[in-house]
């Protein structure tokens, strides 16, 4: 239950074996003590200047208490004139810890890490008169959250709305957000601490202000976090962070490189999404890293078939065939989940605070936006079956009926590779389009994961390119039917979008992997007939 203590449990005997070694050494190194100290210099010289920058979230669970009055005085201000309706504009780290902290307390957050113009118009059509924005960059520069923003602003305003009476700004000193949060006198800004990294900032600003402001209690979350602090710091065998680390690091030398990770009663909701974005931006660099495989169950194809490349972590109880269990509070395995990772990073040999490979697809989107002709014109698919057009990267076999090409295209994955199965769509209306993931590892035998876009571009965005080389890439895209104007922009959402799946696919072909892309021009339809091709692909 989300209460209860924090424990590590390896339950394969044969991985605990290979891995009390390894747990050994990091308690002779004195790593845990070292990292609660903040220590830069765990993970080598080449990392140390951006470590220097990136340890503070060791001590959160103190640092942030002032937040808690803060928060509770602004949500209550915002009661006090009807507005309860929290809306969230965030990718990655700045949405997914909110995402879980509200989903476990069962309280409402609409949260906007999209670019698909179906799914933020559901949020506009809400009641604005009763809504608050909050607006989370670290960085300050994030095209989507920008783009809500402007979006919000106007919507507001169009209902006779003070725009800015309505728009809480969570950022970083300095940002291009604070200096506009200022500019245009938002009502009210949140400075987060700038020496923690997005991925590591479920307990700053980030991850307290839009849940606290939601409702849910984020005392008990840092009380639960200090609750486990000094257990994270020992340099012990027992600390469930080294075991968790050194289990996961004897894994991966011994080929299992991707980490499954299946709810078994936690209580807490939709942590895998969380921990996805922590373990595979943190360590899928230099060619290596760990693959995190977020399944629907313990019973789910990849947790209850997990072969030799992929350990099953069970979050919750241990259940069969579980390796891992890991048990705890939210606030707990926030923090045991970022020790680990971090220590992770130390025996993989890579530095857990950059993310190097992100920016490409960025880029490679920015380009299509600036020449819009790319994107519009020209685009012709290699193939159509029914309402799904086909369009492959070079090599990829794109003849004959939409379950030939499947076939193919699994087939074409190498041995102990990967599917990532990624849809540019509706995360609410196209809801069944996340059924195609177990489908697929049906199908194909093989690891699969599953990503909203843009939304995963933020987190396995980085292992995809940065990380083991061997996945193949199924893109999802679709028909639009309203776009949205971004205003003050010479794009609308669905261009964005548009522009976002096609960059992150050329960078993928740039390293070698094979791409392909269905389009969906009736999406229910598309979705439907995906299924239905993808169940003649013999298992
Ligand atoms: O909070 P920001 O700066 O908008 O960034 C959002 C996310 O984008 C990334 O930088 C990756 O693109 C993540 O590391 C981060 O959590």
């Known amino acids: 239950m989300a209460g209860e203590s924090l424990g590590v449990e390896i339950v394969d005997a044969a991985l605990a074996e290979k891995a009390a070694p390894l747990a050994e050494k990091l308690v002779a190194d004195q790593v845990a003590s070292k990292l609660t100290a903040q220590d830069p210099t765990l993970w080598g010289p080449d990392a140390e200047s951006e470590s220097a920058i990136r340890l503070s979230w060791t001590t959160l669970h103190k640092s942030s208490r002032p937040l808690i009055g803060e928060i509770a005085a602004l949500r209550a201000e915002l009661h006090a004139e009807g507005v309860d309706r929290v809306v969230l504009a965030g990718m990655g780290g700045s949405s997914l810890a909110p995402e879980v902290i509200t989903g476990t307390d069962d309280v409402a957050l609409t949260v906007l890490d999209t670019t698909d113009p179906g799914q933020v118009a559901d949020a506009l059509a809400g009641d604005l008169s009763r809504t608050v924005l909050v607006v989370s960059s670290k960085s300050g520069g994030t095209v989507e959250t920008d783009s809500h923003r402007r979006i919000f602003a106007k919507a507001f305003a169009a209902s006779g709305i003070d725009a800015a009476r309505r728009i809480v700004v969570v950022t970083d000193p300095g940002s291009p957000f604070s200096k506009l949060a200022e500019e245009e006198g938002y009502r009210k800004t949140f400075l987060a601490d700038p020496n923690v990294g997005g991925r590591y900032s479920a307990l700053?600003?980030?991850?307290?202000?839009?849940?606290?402001?939601?409702?849910?209690?984020?005392?008990?979350?840092?009380?639960?976090?200090?609750?486990?602090?000094?257990?994270?710091?020992?340099?012990?065998?027992?600390?469930?962070?080294?075991?968790?680390?050194?289990?996961?690091?004897?894994?991966?030398?011994?080929?299992?490189?991707?980490?499954?990770?299946?709810?078994?009663?936690?209580?807490?909701?939709?942590?895998?999404?969380?921990?996805?974005?922590?373990?595979?931006?943190?360590?899928?660099?230099?060619?290596?890293?760990?693959?995190?495989?977020?399944?629907?169950?313990?019973?789910?194809?990849?947790?209850?078939?997990?072969?030799?490349?992929?350990?099953?972590?069970?979050?919750?109880?241990?259940?069969?065939?579980?390796?891992?269990?890991?048990?705890?509070?939210?606030?707990?395995?926030?923090?045991?989940?970022?020790?680990?990772?971090?220590?992770?990073?130390?025996?993989?040999?890579?530095?857990?605070?950059?993310?190097?490979?992100?920016e490409a697809a960025k880029k490679a989107a920015r380009a299509l936006l600036d020449n819009p002709d790319a994107l519009k014109g020209g685009e012709q698919p290699s193939n159509v079956d029914g309402t799904v057009q086909i369009f492959g990267s070079e090599g990829v076999a794109t003849e004959g009926k939409l379950a030939d090409v499947l076939r193919a295209f699994l087939a074409s994955a190498p041995e102990n590779g990967y599917v990532s199965v990624q849809a540019y769509l509706d995360r609410l209306d196209d809801a069944s389009a996340a059924l195609l993931r177990p489908e697929v590892a049906k199908r194909s035998g093989l690891q699969t994961t599953f990503g909203w876009g843009p939304r995963f571009l933020h987190s396995t965005g980085q292992y995809h390119k940065g990380g083991h080389q061997n996945g193949v890439f199924l893109q999802l895209t679709g028909a639009v039917e309203h776009d949205l104007e971004v205003p003050d922009r010479p794009y609308t959402l669905g261009v964005l979008q548009h522009a976002q799946a096609l960059g992150d696919g050329q960078v993928l072909a740039e390293h070698g992997r094979p791409v392909l892309r269905l389009h969906l021009t009736d999406r229910a339809a598309g979705l439907a007939e995906l299924v239905r091709a993808l169940q003649e692909v013999d298992a």
């Open 204 to 358: 700053t600003a980030f991850g307290l202000v839009p849940s606290g402001l939601a409702g849910a209690d984020i005392a008990r979350l840092l009380d639960q976090a200090a609750a486990a602090s000094d257990v994270l710091s020992a340099d012990s065998a027992d600390n469930p962070a080294i075991q968790l680390a050194a289990a996961l690091g004897a894994a991966h030398a011994e080929g299992a490189e991707k980490v499954v990770f299946a709810d078994t009663g936690s209580g807490i909701k939709g942590f895998g999404d969380w921990a996805e974005q922590l373990i595979a931006e943190s360590t899928g660099k230099l060619g290596t890293g760990l693959l995190p495989v977020v399944v629907e169950g313990p019973g789910a194809p990849g947790f209850a078939d997990a072969k030799s490349d992929a350990t099953a972590v069970a979050i919750g109880s241990a259940i069969e065939p579980a390796k891992i269990s890991v048990t705890g509070s939210l606030g707990g395995q926030f923090l045991l989940w970022e020790y680990a990772t971090a220590i992770a990073g130390r025996l993989l040999g890579i530095n857990p605070f950059d993310q190097p490979d992100v």
